[in-house]
């Protein structure tokens, strides 16, 4: 209502100065003119009122490229009043005074030549009026550009950057965290507390203004005139935590239809925006990216993109970068696992290094991964041992012990007991027993989950390196070190001589007892096969698995003193 008033009461002071008025209704409003006035001004006006007596032609000007607001600003230019330009009016001004023909050709000291003087005088020469200009034209942008006024705004904008490339935002950098620092920060980035992080720290967020119809070419010129990507980097993400993160972060939030597509836009812009050089992207921002770009349905290439991106940085990633959740009714699995298993992929094939600790970071890394996604009870077992072959291949020949794998198949083996023995010995495939760390073989030597085959492989495995330990020791004869030792040292080495002996000779008895075992190994199985409910209901019976380990003298815990594996401590050099 007050909008309505304020143009009436300018309509009326222009219908009293008016000898033989015009009716004209811009956008429902309004506004009696003077035609002599306007016909004085304006050469396309002049056409009309002279073809037109009538005193209402509005239904000629259908097509004119302005709101009411703008006309009202060039009907008091023509009638000699006073007009407002600024910033956020400049440019539609221009548009509707090219439209009308408002040039010094028609009429000196014209409304075109009084508008283009403000804007290269005022509107240029500033960083945030130049923002504002581009953000008023975005409803007659096309007319715009093609006025030239688009390009103008940009180049101001651009040859700004290029002076001082901190308008985009501060590049991001790395800090050091808590979780007091990070939990109460929403635009900050939270990963786990024990990593370097990136977060967002800005000086200027005017850019972000404009849609992406208008950053998208002003990014591009700015990569192509050689901007620093970092800046550039900072300006895109700062942008998508404007327009998309902001709206596809909870669950609660269900952006329209229209909100999806003008982010899926936005997205796929970014992402054809972003630059290729590895590490200069947090690959946490690309993982949130490619999840935004998955809920949004994002083109194809846009996802592959992402996915590229983060392959080639995947060292620099924890667990929480690899869980995309799986979209749509028809995903059985909680996570998107195929989006991961085409970015390992992507990383392998990229990993040209010939340092081999980037293979050992990934290979933890799925191991961490399938560790985390076991508990899906859905999780597929195809799906768990592609992943974990992919692991496994790439670090052949690497001495990354099995721990995290083994932690891996635990989890699944026990989220997953309805598997049957031949699955359970598939599963457990990819685990190299002879790689197992002391406490894993442990752990392992009394978890009832682990088919006996497997079983058997562990404890042999342990026992092999108990016996290599031992024989490298009695080979490897005095160290130079010891001859300098004092005598009461002498007969600490007569101690320990003394207890390889016992544990050389307990080795060998243990050897003969891990060959009966494997031999007796088949008939375990078909007896646990066979004897699986009759054995639960037998009190006081001793079941297979106990007869197993009686077998190898170790009836309770290894950490017990009647474990015969490790009763005796292997002393190292000293």
């Known amino acids: 209502m007050s909008k309505s008033k304020s143009i009436g009461s300018s309509s009326r002071k222009l219908m009293h100065a008016s000898s033989s008025g015009v009716q004209l209704n811009i956008c429902g409003l309004p506004f009696s003119l ?40 060039v009907a008091r230019f023509c009638h000699g009043f006073d007009i407002n330009l600024s910033s956020e009016n400049v440019i539609k001004v221009l548009c509707l005074a090219h439209y009308l023909g408002m040039s010094e050709i028609h009429s000196t000291n014209n409304l075109t030549k009084k508008a283009c003087f403000y804007f290269q005088n005022t509107v240029l020469p500033s960083w945030n009026k130049s923002i504002k200009a581009l953000k008023s034209a975005e409803n007659i ?63 200027s967020e005017d850019l ?17 005139r050689k901007v620093p ?17 902001s709206d596809t972060k909870g669950e609660e939030d269900d952006p329209s239809t229209y909100e999806k597509n003008s982010q899926r836009v936005i997205i796929e ?56 959740p799986a979209q749509g009714y028809a995903k059985e699995e909680r996570y998107d696992t195929e989006s991961v298993k085409r970015i390992l992929k992507n990383f392998y094939s990229n990993y040209a290094s010939t340092d081999k600790s980037g293979l050992v970071v990934v290979a933890e890394l799925v191991d961490n991964f399938l560790a985390e996604v076991s508990s899906d009870i859905d999780l597929k077992l195809n799906t768990f041992l592609s992943l974990a072959e992919l692991s496994q291949a790439a670090t052949g020949g690497t001495n ?34 002879s790689k197992m760390s002391p406490e894993a073989s442990e752990h392992a030597a009394h ?99 106990k007869e197993m380990k009686r077998k190898l003298g170790c009836m309770t815990s290894l950490h017990e003193p009647n474990c015969h594996v490790k009763k005796k401590k292997v002393h190292p050099p000293k």
């Open 34 to 73: 003077n035609r002599e006035l306007l016909a004085a001004r304006s050469s396309k006006l002049a056409a009309l009122l002279k073809e037109n007596p009538e005193d209402d032609f509005s239904h000629l000007l259908g097509d004119i490229p302005a709101d009411s607001e703008t006309f009202e600003i």
């Open 141 to 203: 942008l096309q007319r715009a550009a093609d006025l030239g006024l688009i390009d103008a705004c940009a180049e101001s904008i651009i040859a700004k950057v290029m002076h001082d490339p901190s308008l985009l935002g501060e590049p991001m950098r790395n800090v050091t965290t808590t979780d007091d620092d990070s939990e109460n920060d929403e635009n900050a980035y939270k990963p786990n507390v024990r990593r370097r992080l990136f977060v967002l720290d800005w000086k």
């Open 208 to 224: 972000t203004l404009v849609s992406i119809a208008l950053y998208e070419p002003i990014i591009h010129a700015m990569v192509h």
């Open 229 to 245: 990507l970092e800046y550039v980097a900072s300006s895109l993400f700062h942008y998508l935590n404007k327009w998309v993160f």
């Open 269 to 324: 812009a970014v992402e054809r925006l972003l630059p290729q050089e590895r590490g200069l992207i947090p690959i946490s921002l690309l993982s949130q990216m490619l999840q935004s770009a998955i809920i949004l349905d994002a083109h194809t290439e846009c996802k592959t993109g992402l996915e590229i991106r983060i392959g080639k940085q995947l060292d620099q990633a924890t667990v929480k970068d690899l869980l995309i």
């Open 400 to 433: 990354r012990n099995s721990d995290g794998m083994y932690r891996a198949i635990d989890i699944y083996l026990d989220k997953h007991r309805y598997l049957t023995d031949w699955e359970r010995e598939e599963v457990c495939r990819v685990l190299d027993c």
């Open 447 to 545: 978890n009832e989950k682990l088919p006996v085959r497997v079983m058997v492989q562990i404890l042999f495995s342990v026992q092999l390196k108990l016996k290599d330990t031992v024989s490298k020791k009695i080979q490897g004869g005095p160290d130079n070190r010891l001859l300098k030792l004092e005598d009461d040292e002498e007969d600490a080495r007569g101690t320990s001589s003394n207890e390889e002996e016992i544990m050389k000779a307990e080795m060998q008895k243990m050897g003969s007892k891990v060959v009966e075992l494997e031999k007796e190994c088949d008939t375990m199985k078909r007896k646990i096969q066979r004897g699986g409910s009759q054995h639960k209901n037998q009190k006081g019976k001793t079941s297979i698995w």
